[in-house]
């Protein structure tokens, strides 16, 4: 039996991407709500918040249109040992694009690293994966934690997360956090979701904006060479979701799909 293919949603402008996006997390959430009374959801860096922030502080368009962000439970997808302060830090992004702007009686649950031990990113991995293990059950019980949602970005080097082309984390297999100390973008100390956590979502959206991402985006899309979005494509199959817009995907063969 074939594997499912990914969805493939392409937009005219970031603006026409927005209001998609919106109504794919609403969804999401919605499901999340249904499943376990929370939406967890886990996000990461880049130019994801400023979208995410276009999407989702837009007023809402009725009742099937709300989000309640204090049933949210947000976790970063990666995380850079920095402090939590720093212009490096996803949380400290996300901050300031979205979760400062929302209204003091409808701010999420947010994990953040454990900013007193930045020196030891091994120690920093553990953590965090102590902190999914309290809101995903006792890890003896649970294999990999599943969450509602991934938001992720799509680096020019195909990279995801911080799973990087080639690097051995790829195959780390056990870990649910796994830290990484020489990442070919800086800054070197990270941690970062594995990849089986990241195909085991029920949902993974990539958001992927601008022409220079097209070479990229043809690789991923038109070829088989192991990329990490590759990988999660081919892991999530029809789980995984793409919003990107068209210049983002100029030339690329893939079929797209009309966004209902």
Not at 157 to 184: K, M, N, Q, Y
Request: aromatic share 8%; charged share 25%.
């Amino acid at each position: 039996m074939p594997k499912t293919q990914p969805n493939l949603y392409a937009f005219p402008s970031v603006d026409a991407l927005a209001p998609a996006l919106r109504a794919y997390i609403v969804q999401s959430q919605s499901n999340g709500f249904a499943r376990h009374e929370v939406f967890k959801v886990a996000v990461s860096g880049g130019s994801l918040p400023k979208t995410l922030a276009a999407a989702l502080l837009a007023p809402s368009s009725g009742p099937d249109d709300i989000i309640d962000f204090r049933r949210w439970e947000i976790f970063f997808a990666d995380e850079r040992a920095v402090p939590l302060d720093h212009d490096d830090s996803n949380y400290c992004l996300l901050k300031a694009e979205l979760l400062d702007k929302l209204p003091a009686d409808q701010r999420p649950t947010v994990h953040t690293i454990d900013a007193t031990v930045l020196d030891d990113v091994q120690e920093l991995a553990d953590r965090y994966e102590k902190t999914l293990v309290s809101s995903f059950a006792s890890r003896d019980s649970v294999r990999l934690p599943v969450f509602d949602l991934l938001l992720l970005g799509c680096g020019p080097d195909g990279h995801t997360c911080s799973l990087f082309p080639g690097h051995d984390l790829l195959r780390e297999a056990d870990a649910w956090v796994a830290p990484i100390d020489d990442s070919p973008k800086p800054p070197p100390n990270r941690i970062t979701l594995t990849l089986p956590v990241v195909i085991h979502a029920v949902r993974v959206a990539f958001v992927a904006t601008g022409a220079g991402k097209k070479d990229v985006m043809k690789q991923i899309f038109d070829s088989s060479d192991g990329l990490p979005c590759t990988l999660v494509n081919e892991g999530a199959g029809d789980r995984c979701s793409w919003f990107v817009d068209e210049p983002a995907v100029e030339g690329v063969g893939f079929p797209r799909r009309a966004f209902l």
